[in-house]
């Protein structure tokens, strides 16, 4: 039986740049379609299914921003920015008005393919209803609200659970400290980032070998936080 290649649409305006990623994603077992253009992009996304968008910002004709906004008005497909521009402030617009994780150039095939593997993990969990997640050593159970380290229950307090649920559901992907906020305090205490790392601070203390050094529940500095078992620095 012939296994299905999972298929990755490439929006970089760069020839270079789209050859690096084609023949990357190809020996991973990925099948590429190449846009160079946004509208070029967009009308692919939608004459085929895709699994994966690899979007580049700087397009000559319309801002990677403003496409990540027109297909999330009808797709959830996973969307990986790839950008220059490394401030926080941009990282944050970006993954608030829909990406799902982005990588800053000049980047590693390594890095890039291993936060296409997450995006695409927590795709299929979401479409299958998956209702435990395992980073790890770390398994939350999210139907029975059960969380195990290591095979053995451990005890949360409601809002620390709260916070595991919400990073549980985006295992691998950044979210940012608003959306964390949000989900777990509500609008009004948008402003309250020191409410966060409080509870930051004491789940690594339940979940993390070494609390200082977490592998579980890493920061992304300016940014927010991802719960991911991959090796990298935070």
């Known amino acids: 039986m012939t296994e299905i290649r999972p298929a990755v649409l490439v929006i970089d305006d760069e020839p270079q740049i789209r050859r690096f990623l084609r023949t990357g994603f190809d020996l991973e077992g990925f099948t590429v379609v190449e846009a160079g253009t946004a509208d070029a992009g967009m009308r692919a996304a939608t004459l085929r299914q895709v699994d994966l968008i690899v979007l580049d910002l700087n397009l000559p ?14 797709s959830t497909v996973p969307i990986i920015i790839l950008s220059v521009r490394a401030s926080d402030e941009d990282k944050v617009r970006l993954l608030e008005c829909g990406a799902d994780d982005y990588v800053v150039k000049p980047f590693s095939m390594a890095e890039l393919l291993a936060r296409a593997r997450a995006a695409l993990r927590r795709q299929a969990r979401g479409a299958r209803g998956e ?18 380290l290591g095979g053995k229950r451990i005890v949360l307090s409601p809002k620390e659970y709260q916070l595991l649920q919400v990073l549980a559901q985006h295992a691998g992907n950044v979210v940012t400290h608003n959306i964390l906020l949000k989900e777990v305090w509500g609008t009004k205490h948008l402003h309250n980032a020191h409410y966060l790392r409080i509870l930051v601070r004491k789940l690594r203390r339940k979940i993390e070998e070494d609390p200082k050094r977490p592998s579980l529940l890493k920061s992304e500095l300016g940014v927010g936080y991802r719960l991911s078992g991959m090796t990298e620095s935070d």
């Open 61 to 74: 004709d319309i801002d990677g921003a403003q496409v990540v906004e027109r297909v999330r008005a009808w």
């Open 131 to 148: 209702p435990v997640v395992n980073i790890g050593p770390l398994s939350i159970d999210l139907a029975n609200r059960a969380v195990f």
